[in-house]
């Protein structure tokens, strides 16, 4: 159990006084209640329709966070009292937490012109901080990114070079184009329009200069940064539901850069929530409080403004300054003696003082507005603060953004320790404050940068890439002079193989013998002999030792009731979900998976949290399994359930990619396709009934629309594979029979675009290819053959085969000799059993001039669907033309064992 759930329940049992709180009164028919997982609002919300035999109206409003299953439900006010709707709503078995919403309030004081300008820089000594840094980038160059929860004017000349811009999302064009729930949020968000408008309120672009009025750019004044990007998120009408829904816009961007690896969403450090609830006890708003350690597990800190009254928040509480999370940092306000006057103060629940008295920064409403002005509230102390966070962040220390990386909590507790340790102890804030002190820029970046290497941050980035069949090689991201520790064994197994003291970021491993999954791990070596945590796992398996497969997914409209995964024998292969997909009843696709599966027998396990499937109450969802040639290898069922197996098999085939020209169709640069255009290809394959003998194949026919396939892959007729084995080549191990495209490709019948299939153990064989009325050709030494498909041009003279003279050659490109029509491993003109005969007979033996047409025919060599003896594109010429043209006794032998 995490140390914040602890002080968390802690402060639950926290006993405040009871009267001195003036707790607001809540909104009329409002509650707000997050969900037990894969419950829905709707069923509480019909289930509390009636209470006490009442009809209380009760309906779903709104969903406030997504992440956070937090939801608004209405009733009736006055049907029943509300602290007795509240309760039921407790009670509800699909109801974590429940509360009333309350209205808050800003905590701005009014004006007091006159003070000395920005005199809290050199209080805080940022002007020495900004001889490390002046904010904006990391060490790795990620923009750093400040959420003010409150609308802003981005549009003020000293604020409008730091403001932060969605530039994954095409404005006001009605799509989500980064696909983040969110539509058209290109400037940040307005939850309660549901839009982008957030560059307004007088009040939250004071609180964005204190953190990043544009800097050394010679107007106003300058924030805790120069450079920083604003990221906008209103709160609306200040109630518990909408400050929810605003701290889940920067909770969801910087998810998605943590998941994306920087490439997606926003790197968002820290929020400033200048508003709040005097004298409220975070035991009545337990969501309000938990959203701090959601941001927090994301790896965002949180400034709260404590109250503008000099009270002991210790006592009386408040909200959500008094919030346990270790991500709440609660600031209240000083003056330029490092005291406290007008502010609230809590020793165990205020962390630090800011200056907030008298401050000078931004003001003015309208598009290029340039004012200044002196103002005076814990609401600027706390932005103060989290921009000293987000200039902490932009030291130029490598090491701690691979913590960032590694570990995004982490790495938001050691800026905050960092930030606390800092702090100049003094005034009246010993006593009245945790740490004692008023925050100071410069001590704490100099404590970043004197820690800089000193913990041990864990690997990220961590891939493996084949080198061969039995060798890999191991990558990860840091730095190139540190050392690293690697691991690595078969999974399934208990022993590791660790290679200690790597120097660099990647690592060679050999001898990977057996077609097995392995697992690598890699940690970081530090200083006092510390090393950082193993990385998470990446498995790694020989492509030649698998089948690549992949998953489509498509949710309904609670794509956050749905995950499957891909077991075998222990082992999970690919995974996905749940999804964030909430919308109207519909189709949502999601990202495909990918899985690579050795051979053997899986099941495609399906859950939905909800119990009543993904198709189709509430749109028409669906998963798959698909392998190659586009063939469906497993389904989700169209029915209601809440988890499912469905079983597949990879079959343990070898395959081979091959290509063939038949010098008899043979038409320059490719063959023709006669026999299919004129409909005469038999379905089903026609070497069996022509007495050819099959093993383990045979029967195979073509699958529906193959044949409708025009240009370089159509189809020009049958043709067969045999393997033979590697020591015997006269031996047949297996035989296909497939089709071959007019550029020579052989495809499997069954799709017309897959490679060969042979149910046979991976290793060496011969490869044969033959055809019905041409002469078979076989390679000239084995060849190896696994699940990945070997590629085999017999069009090549490069490809060796068996023999000599195995081939024709026409114009440097090889192909098969044309003309055995009799099916006896050679092609005659004249003598005892010669094909010309056959081709005469064929058209009744007396005229030659006769023609057979529109057929299908062994004696139709050149395979135009006619068989001709004499004349134009006749069969018998093309015998002649095999053994030389000239000597009609020659005989062209065929090649095979």
Not at 564 to 583: L, M
Not at 604 to 623: E, P, T
């Amino acid at each position: 159990m995490r140390l914040f759930l602890v002080l968390f329940l802690a402060l639950l049992l926290k006993p405040f006084n009871a009267l001195s709180q003036r707790v607001p009164e809540p909104i009329p028919g409002d509650i707000l209640l997050m969900l037990a997982p894969g419950a829905r609002a709707e069923d509480v919300a019909r289930d509390l329709k009636d209470v006490d035999g009442v009809t209380t109206g009760m309906r779903v409003a709104q969903e406030v966070s997504t992440p956070m299953r937090i939801w608004l439900l209405k009733f009736t006010p006055g049907t029943v009292p509300q602290e007795r709707m509240l309760e039921a709503v407790k009670r509800h078995p699909k109801v974590m937490l429940a509360q009333n919403d309350v209205p808050v309030t800003y905590r701005a004081l009014p004006n007091d012109p006159g003070v000395a300008q920005q005199w809290h820089h050199a209080k805080i000594q940022t002007p020495q901080a900004w001889d490390v840094t002046t904010g904006g980038l990391t060490a790795s160059g990620d923009s750093i990114v400040v959420c003010v929860v409150e609308g802003a004017n981005l549009l003020h000349a000293d604020l409008v070079g730091n403001r932060w811009l969605n530039h994954a999302e095409i404005p006001g064009n009605g799509i989500d184009d980064d696909g983040n729930g969110y539509v058209d949020d290109h400037r940040g968000w307005n939850p309660a329009g549901g839009n982008d408008v957030a560059y307004s309120g007088s009040h939250g672009t004071q609180v964005a200069g204190m953190i990043g009025a544009k800097g050394d750019n010679g107007t106003g004044g300058v924030g805790a940064n120069w450079n920083v990007k604003i990221m906008p998120v209103t709160v609306g009408s200040l109630t518990q539901a909408n400050v929810i829904a605003s701290y889940t816009y920067p909770l969801v961007m910087r998810r998605r850069y943590n998941q994306s690896g920087g490439t997606q969403g926003a790197f968002v450090v820290a929020t400033n929530s200048s508003w709040g609830i005097d004298n409220g006890n975070p035991a009545s708003y337990p969501l309000w409080c938990a959203m701090y350690d959601t941001l927090g597990a994301a790896g965002i800190l949180n400034c709260g403004s404590t109250s503008n009254s000099a009270v002991n928040v210790d006592v009386v509480g408040d909200m959500p300054t008094a919030c346990s999370s270790p991500f709440m940092v609660s600031v209240t306000a000083t003056n330029s003696s490092d005291n406290r006057t007008f502010s609230g103060y809590g020793a165990t629940t205020i962390d630090v003082g800011a200056p907030g008295e008298n401050v000078f920064t931004t003001s003015g409403t309208t598009a290029g507005a340039t004012g200044f002005g002196s103002t005076s509230g814990t609401s600027f102390a706390g932005p103060l603060t989290a921009g000293v966070i987000a200039l902490l962040y932009s030291a130029p220390c490598p090491e701690l953004m691979d913590l960032v990386t590694s570990d995004p909590e982490g790495a938001a507790l050691y800026i905050r320790e960092q930030l606390f340790s800092g702090v100049d102890v003094g005034g009246n804030l010993v006593g009245q404050t945790v740490t004692g002190g008023r925050i100071n820029a410069n001590n704490s970046m100099q404590l970043v940068m004197a820690g800089c290497g000193s913990y041990c941050a864990g690997v990220s980035g961590l891939a493996v890439s084949s080198t061969s069949s039995s060798s890999v090689n191991v990558q990860w991201n840091g730095a190139t002079d540190q050392a690293f520790d690697l691991r690595y064994r078969p999974v399934g197994t208990t022993t590791w193989t660790t290679v200690n003291g790597i120097t660099g970021s990647q690592a060679p491993v050999t001898g990977l013998g057996g077609c097995f999954t392995y697992e690598f791990q890699v940690r970081r070596q530090c200083v006092d002999q510390a090393t950082s945590n193993w990385s998470s796992s990446v498995t790694w398996l020989h492509p030649s030792c698998c089948t690549a497969v992949t998953i489509p997914v498509v949710s309904d409209r609670y794509g956050n009731e749905l995950s499957w995964s891909i077991v075998g024998n222990g082992i999970t292969y690919a995974s996905g979900g749940p999804y964030t997909q909430y919308a109207a009843n519909g189709q949502y696709p999601q990202t495909t998976g990918t899985a690579c599966l050795p051979n053997g027998c899986y099941e495609l396990r399906i859950n939905d949290s909800y119990g009543d499937g993904i198709c189709c109450a509430y749109g028409n969802g669906s998963v798959q399994v698909v392998g190659p040639g586009a063939v469906v290898l497993a389904t989700s069922p169209t029915t209601a359930f809440s988890s499912v197996s469905v079983p597949f098999c990879i079959s343990s085939e070898v395959r081979v990619n091959a290509r063939v020209f038949l010098a008899g169709p043979y038409a320059g640069p490719q063959m023709n396709d006669v026999l299919r255009a004129s409909g005469l290809i038999p379905t089903l394959e026609p070497y069996t009934e022509a007495g050819w003998s099959q093993v383990d194949g045979g029967g195979e026919t073509i699958g529906t629309g193959v044949l409708n396939t025009t240009g370089a892959d159509a189809i020009v007729d049958w043709v067969r594979l045999e393997l033979r084995d590697p020591a015997t080549p006269g031996t047949i191990v297996a035989t296909r029979q497939a089709l071959v495209q007019r550029d020579g490709d052989i495809v499997s019948a069954a799709d017309g675009t897959s490679p060969v299939g042979f149910d046979a153990a991976p290793g060496q064989y011969h490869i044969a290819v033959r055809h019905r009325n041409h002469l078979g050709c076989m390679t000239a030494t084995p060849v190896s053959l696994t699940s990945s498909a070997l590629a085999l041009d017999f069009t090549a003279a490069s490809t060796a085969t068996y023999g000599s003279n195995a081939r024709g050659d026409v114009g440097g490109i090889m192909m098969l000799w044309p003309g055995d029509v009799s099916n006896n491993g050679s092609v005659q003109y004249t003598g005892s059993g010669n094909d010309r005969d056959l081709v005469l007979q064929a058209i009744g033996g007396v005229v030659p001039t006769n023609t057979l047409t529109n057929v299908y025919d062994v004696r139709d060599v050149n395979l135009d669907g006619s068989v001709i003896y004499t004349g134009g594109a006749n069969d018998r010429d093309v015998i002649l033309q095999t053994i030389g043209g000239s000597v009609p006794t020659n005989v062209k032998a065929q090649q095979l064992p």
